[in-house]
């Protein structure tokens, strides 16, 4: 069965692109057949993995708006066994004009009908908000990801996170499964960050990922040449531990 994961927390810069675009590239170097959709207007995960958004005529905006069918803004990326999905500015409207359509959080799940067999994984990075777009990646999603820096306030808003998804199970998705927190630009010289990870284990019992992610400056650089960790630097720690994440998932699902 293919799962769809949204990668959601609605305070920006927790690394939900990044995790997005490392995550699905080393799920697809293992061989798993994997799409990334880019549902931030921001497009940060498109021009991560190398695609000109001058250049696109179309996006995820025109299959939510405009009724586009998803297989025309389906791209390949140089990664063999990842496509994506790619998101412009113009999606910044869609927010505004889903909220006047009937059906507005369900438009994606259904855009998805003609394509989900034809993956393992569908990835959606989402907007760090917790409107109408999140709400059609929560919608159509069999679970979520949560990725959680390793800071002072990691915490806060994590309760407005989680009274979101009991919303959407009890309206719009009563099957929706958090697949797994993620402490996310971990530094192991700092005792803070030892103690955020212990307290977020205490907030989600069992559902903390083995895998911590550490700080690594080429997880950093890689989007701004176009690539996903495992292809920029294949040897870093970042690669490293973007594909021990990518194992743990496996195991999960
Ligand atoms: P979000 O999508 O949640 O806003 P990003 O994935 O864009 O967050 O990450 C925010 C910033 O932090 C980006 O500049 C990204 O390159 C950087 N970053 C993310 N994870 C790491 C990491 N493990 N080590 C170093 N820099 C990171
Ligand atoms: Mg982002």
Redesign the pocket.
């Known amino acids: 069965m293919t799962r769809v994961i949204a990668i959601a ?1 609605q305070k ?7 995790t997005a675009i490392n995550l699905s590239a080393c799920l697809a170097e293992l061989g798993k057949r994997v799409l990334l959709i880019d549902l931030d207007p921001q497009g ?1 995960a498109t021009s991560g993995l190398g695609i000109a958004k001058h250049k696109l005529t179309k996006c995820i905006y025109d299959v939510l708006i405009n009724d586009v069918s998803i297989d025309q803004v389906i791209h390949k990326t140089e990664q063999k066994n990842l496509n994506i999905v790619p998101a412009r500015i113009e999606l910044a409207g869609g927010e505004i004009e889903l909220v006047s359509q009937s059906s507005r959080e369900g438009k994606l799940k259904i855009a998805f009908e003609g394509i989900i067999g034809d993956y393992d994984f569908i990835f959606i990075d989402c907007p ?1 908000s917790l409107g109408v777009l999140t709400l059609n990646a929560l919608t159509a999603a069999t679970d979520v990801l949560i ?1 959680i820096q390793c800071e002072y306030y990691a915490l806060e808003g994590l309760t407005l996170l989680m009274n979101t998804l009991e919303r959407v199970r009890k309206h719009l998705n009563p099957n929706l499964n958090i697949i797994g927190a993620l402490m ?2 971990f530094d192991a010289r700092t005792n803070l960050a030892i103690q955020v990870v212990d307290e977020v284990k205490k907030y989600f019992p069992q559902k903390v990922f083995k895998t911590i ?5 080429r ?2 650089e890689a ?1 701004s040449h176009g690539k996903a960790i495992n292809s920029y630097d294949s040897r870093s720690r ?1 690669a490293e531990v973007y594909r021990e994440l990518a194992k743990e998932v496996l195991e999960r699902v």
């Open positions: 927390n920006g810069g927790v690394a939900k692109t990044t940060n760090p990725p996310t630009m992610i550490s700080r690594n400056v997880l950093s989007p970042g």
